[in-house]
C-alpha cells in the first residue's frame, strides 16, 4: 500500500529554518502531484504548497510565498520543504500527502494518502 512518511519537525527559533522530508512508497511516486499542508491547535488543516509530477511546477500559500520552497527527488521517492524565516504562526503539524494525478491541487480533499504528520514549533 501507499505510504507517506514525514520526518525534519523539530522546535526552532523564530527567524530559523527547517527541513521537512516525505519519504514514499507503494507505487509509481514520479506520476502524482505532492503537497504539504498544515493543521495548528484549533485550527482547520491548511494548505502549504503543491508541487507537480516533474518538479517543474510549484504552488504555494501566500503565507509560505518567498518563504518555502517544495521539492521533489523521484529517483529517491522523496519531497522535501524547506522553510525558512520561520515564524510562530508557522506552528503546526505538518502533512505530507499524494494526489492520484498529476494535476497539482490546493484543496485537501483533492488528495488521496497522507503521512502522519511531524510537528513543527517555532519560539519567539
Known amino acids: 500500500q501507499v505510504q507517506l512518511v514525514e520526518s525534519g519537525g523539530g522546535l526552532v527559533q523564530a527567524g530559523g529554518s527547517l527541513r521537512l522530508s516525505c519519504a514514499a512508497s507503494g507505487r509509481t511516486f514520479s506520476d502524482y502531484a505532492m503537497g504539504w499542508f498544515r493543521q495548528a491547535p484549533g485550527k482547520e488543516r491548511e494548505f502549504v504548497a503543491a508541487?507537480?509530477?516533474?518538479?517543474?511546477?510549484?504552488y504555494y500559500s501566500d503565507s509560505v510565498k518567498g518563504r518555502f520552497t517544495i521539492t521533489r527527488d523521484n529517483a529517491k521517492n522523496t519531497v522535501n520543504l524547506q522553510m525558512n524565516s520561520l515564524k510562530p504562526e508557522d506552528t503546526a503539524v505538518y502533512y505530507c500527502?499524494?494526489?492520484?494525478?498529476?494535476?497539482?491541487?490546493?484543496?485537501?480533499?483533492?488528495?488521496?494518502?497522507w503521512g502522519q504528520g511531524t510537528q513543527v514549533t517555532v519560539s519567539s
Open positions: 508541487i507537480s509530477w516533474s518538479g517543474g511546477t510549484t
Open positions: 500527502a499524494s494526489k492520484s494525478s498529476w494535476i497539482l491541487s490546493s484543496l485537501d480533499y483533492e488528495y488521496d494518502y
